[in-house]
């Protein structure tokens, strides 16, 4: 039974369409993260291009520090002060921001607001080093500061902000310092596997319709196991291509950039991409967790969808609902008002989907006197939306009938 049930998937062109398109896209995104990686070569005044650009990325990186001390951050703000130039400006760029490369820009991301939606480059120019740079003390403050702003459409409690601030104090620190390009193409890599989610709507919105479609299903359901052992194959074979198709697109595309440029700078912290970050992992952590999170989605998504295939009879109307799922929630605003209608809006797969965002939103969710992470409540929902959608389909199929 299962094996049929495997073959239906891979016998429908559509499928296998959908299915070859969709690890075309990891490797044209492959190829041009690499080939069009780009480093100003000072010595030669010209950008150098693709690996080489990277080999040389690394190596400024190498040179300019191996931990951000507050010692290392003083220094390198005072040298970025002593130009006198507005950050901001083209003359600022091509003398100063070009050479640092993206030093520059992790402390003047550092020293911005976290209500502002753009690095604030000035910030850097403003800053009184009298103290020194109290890089790792700005960091709490920063934090601290955000959580006790106002905000229209509701404040944190005094236990979020305690819960936020001790979990940002106990990140470990001075964080490591190295180049980040071949991880963040493999972060992005990662992340494309959102699209394939599509592929995953594609080959599940059939899988019970289609029985009924063809005029199978009244057939099925008078066997011996059309109740029971034929649906829990089908459920069972369309867990297993989600989990496969979308680990076989992260090996594809993890497998390609290590080939090339192997996995240096996956033991770096997350706070280089946004140094308020207070969970504890390495870049290459991060993206094993957004891999198993899209896992997890993927799989609820599949469930659901075989859920209203068993129970609508419409491969085209499941389709829809699931393309839907996924593409719908992208236009919808958040909220200036109501708090609820914000927290909903974070869980859905567009948003859910984006680890590095989500560690760095402070999104929690109070049940009581407990505190639920944004990632950890992400974990939850989709869980329990699996363990629930598992449960109706046999009996949406079977009721159908």
């Known amino acids: 039974m299962i094996r049929y049930e495997w073959k239906k998937i891979f016998e429908r062109r559509l499928n296998v369409i959908a299915m070859l398109l969709g690890y075309i896209l990891i490797g ?27 080999r040389m990325g690394q190596a400024r990186a190498k040179a300019q520090t191996d931990v951000i001390t507050e010692e290392y951050m003083t220094e390198l ?63 709490i403050e920063k ?13 944190y409690t005094e236990s979020e902000k305690a819960y936020w601030v001790e979990k940002a104090e106990h990140t470990n620190i001075p964080f490591r310092w190295g180049d980040q390009s071949v991880m963040n193409y493999i972060w992005e890599l990662v992340f494309v596997g959102v699209y394939l989610l599509f592929v995953v709507i594609i080959c599940t919105s059939s899988v019970f319709s289609a029985e009924y479609e063809s005029g199978a299903a009244f057939l099925l359901l008078t066997t011996k196991y059309g109740k029971d052992r034929m649906i829990w194959s089908k459920i069972a074979v369309s867990v297993l291509f989600v989990v496969g198709y979308l680990m076989g697109g992260a090996l ?8 090339v440029l192997g996995l240096p700078g996956a033991d770096l912290p ?14 290459g952590q991060a993206c094993l967790c957004n891999l198993a999170i899209i896992l997890l989605i993927g799989i609820a998504l599949a469930l659901v969808l075989l859920c209203s295939s068993a129970g609508l009879r419409s491969s085209l109307a499941t389709l ?43 999104v929690s969710y109070k049940m009581g006197n407990v505190i639920i992470s944004y990632v950890v409540m992400v974990v939850i929902v989709y869980t329990v939306i699996s363990a629930g ?13």
Not at 45 to 53: Q, V, W
Not at 252 to 259: D, H, K, M, P, R
Not at 270 to 283: A, C, G
Request: net charge negative; glycine share 4%.
């Open 77 to 139: 703000i005072s040298e970025i002060q002593s130009h006198d130039m507005d950050l901001e400006s083209d003359e600022a760029y091509m003398e100063v921001i070009r050479q640092l490369g993206d030093i520059f820009y992790f402390a003047a991301k550092s020293y911005t607001d976290m209500r502002e939606n753009i690095i604030n480059k000035n910030a850097l120019r403003e800053l009184d080093l009298t103290d020194g740079a109290r890089f790792y003390e700005h960091r």
């Open 252 to 259: 594809l595309a993890v497998g390609s950039i290590a080939l």
């Open 270 to 283: 997350v706070q280089l991409w946004n140094s308020v970050i207070p969970y504890n992992l390495t870049v």
């Open 389 to 401: 959608a598992l449960l109706l389909i046999r009996r949406a199929f079977v009721k159908a009938k």
């Open 28 to 54: 044209i995104c492959a190829f041009n993260y690499v080939t069009q990686e780009r480093f100003y070569d000072e010595k030669t005044d010209s950008y150098i291009e693709g690996i080489e650009a990277i």
């Open 143 to 155: 934090i601290t500061d955000y959580l006790n702003c106002d905000f229209s459409y509701g404040n």
């Open 320 to 362: 829809v609902i699931g393309a839907a799922i996924i593409i719908a929630p992208a236009f919808f605003p958040m909220s200036k008002k109501s708090g609820l209608w914000n927290h909903i809006n974070y869980l859905f797969p567009v948003r859910a989907c984006n680890l590095e965002e989500m560690m760095g939103s402070f």
